[in-house]
């Protein structure tokens, strides 16, 4: 492999920064924000912010709080669809011989500087059903040691379906025997939050969420997702710490890193329902590691960070913003 010299780049730095136009932020105060230009100063509210609410927080409660916690949840479990509680339901109890629990949480979900109620499903070292959603909602979940999703019906039916969010938090680890897939509601939140637990999903179905020019898809906070095949994200990218891992990438319109560790190992590709859409990679911090083919009209606005990617000494859309980054070519 070769590191591609910063110097070679300078006349396209210069003339990236004169079309960009001066720097959001030249305070000096040493911030992550310090020097940024503004073309790449996407997300940076993600920085500071945590999905999760403390329990005396005094944020305000949202107007449509309730809607983050439905009445009813329905689910799968062993191929079969059912519900959770009720008259004629399961208990979280029963299914998990009592590793896990489920309550709704009063105001715990922090979006916009507002409070949401959500489903909360904590869980150590345990089986977590195949909860799904009829009307949207938040679901919450907490996991300690090693914890598995599955709803019996194979390939058939997706993981946690139907709900606008999906948050994972916790210190262990959710592994997922069928795919994950939630969002598509019209909320504008993230489909999917993972902060701070390890998490791996065959698959990944994200659908659009209600502000896409605003409101990133998939969020990694800390913590690490896993997908060993294909993620289909609908939408803009965020990672800000941990990991993230997938074998092929698929509409994402913005890769955003502000840390840790991006890895696509095949390809970054657009489908047929979204011909204009033009991936872009902004690199404001961490390390991205993407050696298999992206599309070539990819934009590349590089400030801070570490990128491995081939050919990205020719191609047209790499724009150079600054001199604390490090790019790496696969190919030699």
């Not at 949207?136 to 300690?144: D, F, N």
């Not at 289909?232 to 890769?255: E, H, N, Q, Y």
């Not at 502000?258 to 690199?283: C, F, K, R, T």
């Amino acid at each position: 492999m070769k590191k591609l010299s910063l110097l070679l780049l300078t006349l396209s730095l210069l003339f990236t920064l004169c079309a960009c136009g001066a720097p959001a932020d030249t305070s000096g105060d040493g911030s992550p924000l310090d020097g940024i230009p503004e073309v790449c100063r996407v997300y940076d509210d993600y920085l500071d912010w945590s999905p999760i609410a403390d329990t005396d927080s005094s944020l305000p409660l949202a107007s449509s709080a309730k809607r983050g916690a439905p009445d009813r949840i329905p689910l799968w479990h062993e191929g079969a669809f059912s519900q959770l509680g009720g008259s004629d339901g399961l208990s979280m109890a029963e299914l998990t011989d009592g590793k896990a629990t489920e309550e709704g949480a009063y105001g715990r979900f922090c979006w916009g500087g507002q409070l949401y109620h959500c489903i909360h499903v904590r869980a150590a070292d345990s089986f977590i059903p195949g909860l799904c959603s009829d009307f949207g909602g938040i679901l919450w979940l907490e996991v300690e040691g090693d914890c598995r999703a599955d709803n019996g019906t194979g390939d058939g039916v997706g993981l946690f379906a139907g709900f606008d969010t999906v948050v994972i938090t916790g210190g262990g680890k959710l592994t997922l025997t069928q795919p994950l897939e939630t969002g598509g509601c019209g909320q504008s939140w993230p489909a999917l939050i993972v902060d701070g637990a390890d998490v791996v999903t065959p698959y990944l179905f994200l659908a659009a969420n209600g502000d896409g020019e605003h409101t990133a898809n998939l969020v990694v906070r800390s913590g690490s997702l896993t997908v060993s095949e294909g993620a289909f994200v609908t939408g803009d990218i965020c990672v800000t710490g941990g990991a993230l891992s997938v074998k092929f990438l698929t509409d994402c319109p913005r890769m955003v890193c502000w840390g840790g560790v991006v890895s696509v190992a095949d390809s970054w590709n657009v489908s047929a329902e979204h011909p204009d859409m033009i991936p872009a990679v902004l690199l404001n911090g961490g390390t991205l590691n993407a050696e298999g083919w992206i599309d070539e009209r990819c934009e590349y606005q590089l400030w801070r960070g570490t990128i491995t990617a081939p050919n990205l000494d020719v191609l047209p859309g790499v724009h150079l913003l600054g001199d604390s980054v490090t790019i790496i070519d696969p190919q030699g």
